[in-house]
């Protein structure tokens, strides 16, 4: 399809959206991304029943930790698709790069040690 | 088992406040099976300490170290090379872990990293209910296993009292009557008799830390005493 995406979003691969962890995202933030997303199956059509309503509890979770923290919970968010919905796979790259602009750096970021 | 929860994040953040080299220990049994201060936990505060500490201008070094329980010296004891090495201690096992941890450490700064909230069992993932107060006076079985000390919002070793309501309790129409559920249950087994037992008052007077020493265990010269 050579579709586009934003250069931007770097792409881990994971079995399953529920094998994202709390600590995954956690440490993203941490160590200075300015968002992190998962992208999961659609809700219902979890090959292992439950993995992708897993990673939205994890996705709330840690954004209520990021809160306590004082940085945006925002920065990170859940999507559901098919595998066969690449077009969908490009805009919410770009729904979620445009999102993280508006919220602007991670303000962990300039704090950070390189 | 001893189930806890994790303390507020602004109390903890507080309680640090002053320390620049922290090491939060985590405890591998109880508290880690009901998600509350295990080493996952350990990892998830530390990152937001982290994360809060550096938004504040403040930054702190963090050690991570999870004993596999707090509650025995021999574990703790783990800890004795590398505790020179930190202004404070956090500690997420149960109230029982951090006393003994702040014992074998009296010169540290000890924290609680959890809120001990009691004896209970596992619904469902993540989802406990306390069963137990560990009361040292068992009347299970003349209750049909339903405790009532735990469940009744008195504590009535003999009830009920005069709130109980439909079988419920009048606190709350979501709260059962403990004592209507013990005479369910005997007369569906055919032992509502027990339901007259007496339990005598138990002894709350003067209460000091409780000593168990199981069988065969004792030393030779306190067999004698």
Not at chain 1, 72 to 85: F, K
Not at chain 2, 63 to 78: H, S, W
Not at chain 2, 185 to 207: A, F, N, T
Request: proline share 5%; hydrophobic share 35%; net charge negative.
């Amino acid at each position: 399809m050579r579709l586009e995406y934003p250069a931007s979003v770097k792409i881990i691969h994971v079995p399953c959206s529920g094998k994202v962890d709390v600590l995954h995202l956690l440490r993203a933030i941490q160590k200075g991304a300015d968002g992190a997303y998962i992208v999961g199956c659609l809700e219902g059509s979890c090959h292992f029943n439950e993995g992708n309503y897993r990673a939205k509890e994890r996705v709330q979770y840690v954004s209520s930790l990021l809160e306590e923290v004082g940085i945006e919970g925002d920065r990170v968010r859940m999507y559901n698709l098919t595998s066969g919905e690449g077009p969908t796979f490009a805009a919410y790259a770009k729904e979620m790069t445009d999102h993280i602009r508006a919220l602007g750096p991670n303000p962990i970021k300039s704090k950070v040690k390189s | 088992m001893i189930v806890a929860k994790r303390k507020p994040f602004d109390e903890l953040k507080e309680m640090i406040k002053p320390y620049k080299k922290v090491l939060n220990v985590g405890c591998g049994t109880c508290v880690s099976v009901c998600l509350a201060g295990g080493e996952k936990e350990v990892a998830v505060l530390n990152a937001e300490l982290d994360m809060a500490r550096k938004l504040d201008d403040n930054p702190i070094e963090l050690g991570a170290v999870t004993l596999e329980r707090q509650c025995d010296q021999e574990y703790l004891a783990e800890l004795d090379d590398m505790i020179g090495d930190y202004d404070a201690v956090v500690s997420m096992a149960c109230g029982v872990g951090i006393q003994f941890l702040a014992e074998r450490f009296p010169e540290k700064p000890v924290f609680p990293g959890v809120d001990t909230t009691g004896l209970a069992v596992n619904q469902d993932v993540g989802f406990y209910e306390e069963r137990c107060r560990s009361c040292g006076a068992c009347v299970l079985g003349m209750t049909g296993g339903i405790c009532p000390v735990t469940m009744c919002a008195k504590g009535l070793y003999n009830g009920p009292c005069g709130g109980t309501n439909k079988g419920k309790c009048e606190i709350s129409q979501d709260q059962p009557c403990a004592w209507f559920q013990i005479h369910e249950r005997l007369s569906k087994q055919g032992r509502l008799d027990l339901i007259m037992g007496y339990k005598e008052p138990v002894e709350w007077l003067d209460q000091v830390p409780r000593m168990t020493i199981q069988p065969g265990y004792k030393k030779p010269e306190e067999e004698k005493a």
